[in-house]
């Protein structure tokens, strides 16, 4: 295949490190100055965590009127959350972001549509098809079509109906991040395929079992698992800045948001398809 | 002894959502793309610390904050709680104020404690050269998820059809598109699949199940679902509004600039 793709020779972005973490007032304390990274990102996931704590703790105290219940556990798990937190940032840029650049700055290097297509697939499938949350989500919708009639209450039946619906929603993000890449590359304005995505969303809601929208519409949210994110948004905001005339802004972003849409379509057809 | 075993647990987790990622990142990268990878040490190390991160990160919630959560959205939907005693024949929305509140409270504090969301705008963050801020891009998109949240209780309560509601926020969306500076647009759309993630999604399914089982007429089957739909809608509305807002601003002070140089 000949070069389709206008590869565009530059530098990746630099990873912006722990600075943006750490307050200014910390900066300046001397004795601290050796543990900046760790003392910056450990405070910033605090940070992060502190809503919930907040709210947590105001309405179990204030609103119910209860005692905290197991305050060590409370403050090791807090404390856990915190590093886990603090890692996973880390992580994010050593790893996650990396590699997502390299490789699309890799395929804009070789400049072969087809493969690049087939790797965001691969990775849209991949990564939908073992999530936890679709599982129990699919555990869910099979429960919910034994109850409304459209499959026989078995076990059989049901976990056949789980698999078939976790297939459909890991094909349906396979080809949304697929398509999020061909559009990347072609640059094509975001607003006109999402557009045909909702119209798609609201024909299907007028065909469609009612048992399956409540599900079907909740379905978009929970495919995007936290390992995925970080490492889709990497793709195209690598591919498109490496490709030339496309903004890493306002082309690079998007894959995320057809992996959120199609699946809610994808799921409705299904439904359908299940109770013919 | 606890402690480990759910640690070991949550690690499995963690390997099993990353497994499937890495195969095809390995395989694309050894057989297609067939080239070395620049800094490999440092590639893997960053893989573990996000593996061990989510394992801990997993871990915490599950010991500490999820229990009491779930707890909660159970106690303030008991009729126990809301009306001091057995629930009366026939209910009005409002008697669910703090149902309305906790959802929106919950709503914001777990979308700013996202990791999907910290890793979206830190990268936003860095491709606009500092245009689009970390912290702000987050609040905003949290206060879409509260709202969200918020009004996905309301429409459980009520037992109003969700399809009328989503169908409502989808041509807002569209109307929001059309004047919001093109800039953040696509983010604005990708920040509706972020947001219900790892903290979000089990509070939340806990309050709509909650909420669904004891409200008069509601099943949780039929009705306990459509707060995530909720809660990846209305953060595109509040995203692409903030940056509405922020234009209009800054158009507004170049405007005064101009008056100013032009009463001198």
């Known amino acids: ?276 | 002894m606890n402690w480990l075993e759910h640690f070991f647990s949550d690690l499995g987790t963690t390997l099993r959502d990353v497994l499937p990622i890495a195969a095809v990142l390995v395989f694309f990268q050894l057989f297609v793309l067939r080239r070395r990878v620049a800094n490999l040490p440092r590639l893997l190390t960053g893989f573990g610390f996000v593996i061990i991160g989510m394992a801990l990160f997993l871990q915490g919630l599950e010991q500490a904050l999820f229990p009491l959560g779930k707890l909660m959205a159970q106690q303030l939907t008991d009729p126990g709680f809301l009306f001091a005693g057995a629930a009366p024949a026939s209910t009005h929305w409002s008697d669910y104020y703090w149902i309305y509140v906790f959802g929106f409270a919950i709503g914001f504090a777990t979308t700013v404690a996202e990791p999907a969301l910290i890793a979206v705008a830190r990268k936003a963050n860095q491709v606009s050269g500092g245009a689009i801020g970390v912290l702000g891009l987050r609040y905003a998109v949290a206060m879409g998820v509260a709202v969200g949240i918020s009004l996905g209780c309301f429409r459980i309560i009520t037992g109003t059809p969700l399809q009328w509601y989503i169908i409502a926020g989808y041509v807002v969306v569209l109307l929001q598109t059309l004047t919001a500076p093109k800039m953040i647009v696509a983010l604005a759309y990708d920040s509706g699949g972020v947001t219900t993630s790892t903290v979000t999604v089990p509070l939340v399914t806990a309050l709509g199940l909650g909420l669904a089982s004891t409200v008069p007429g509601r099943s949780p089957v039929m009705d306990g679902f459509g707060l995530i739909a909720f809660a990846s809608l209305f953060p595109i509305m509040s995203v692409l509004g903030y940056a509405q807002l922020a234009e209009w601003w800054i158009n507004r002070k170049s405007v005064k600039a101009q008056e100013n140089e032009n009463a001198l």
């Open chain 1, 1 to 276: 295949m000949t070069k389709r793709i206008d590869f565009k020779p530059g530098k990746n972005h630099p990873g912006s490190w722990h600075n943006d973490r750490m307050p200014q007032r910390l900066k300046n304390i001397p004795l601290l100055k050796p543990f900046y990274p760790v003392v910056a990102l450990v405070l910033g996931s605090f940070r992060d965590l502190l809503p919930i704590i907040v709210v947590i703790g105001f309405f179990q105290l204030a609103v119910l009127k209860q005692p905290l219940p197991d305050l060590y556990g409370l403050l090791t798990g807090v404390a856990l959350v915190t590093l886990g937190l603090t890692l996973f940032v880390q992580g994010l840029e050593m790893g996650l972001f990396p590699i997502g650049e390299s490789m699309a700055r890799g395929f804009a290097r070789k400049g072969n549509l087809f493969w690049l297509l087939a790797f965001g697939f691969a990775l849209g499938f991949g990564t939908t098809i073992a999530e936890p949350a679709l599982i129990a989500v699919a555990g869910e919708a099979a429960k919910v079509a034994a109850t409304g009639g459209m499959i026989t209450d078995t076990p059989v039946e049901r976990s056949s109906y789980a698999w078939g619906l976790r297939l459909t929603v890991g094909l349906s993000v396979g080809a949304a991040i697929a398509l999020g890449v061909l559009r990347i590359i072609r640059g094509w304005p975001i607003q006109h395929l999402i557009l045909a995505g909702y119209l798609g969303v609201i024909l299907m809601t007028f065909f469609a079992p009612p048992e399956i929208i409540g599900i079907a519409y909740d379905s978009g949210g929970v495919t995007t698992s936290t390992i995925t994110v970080p490492l889709v948004t990497a793709l195209g905001v690598g591919l498109a800045s490496s490709i030339r005339g496309r903004n890493p802004v306002t082309d690079g972003f998007g894959l995320i948001a057809f992996a959120s849409l199609t699946p809610m379509i994808f799921v409705m057809a299904y439904g359908m398809i299940r109770t013919l």
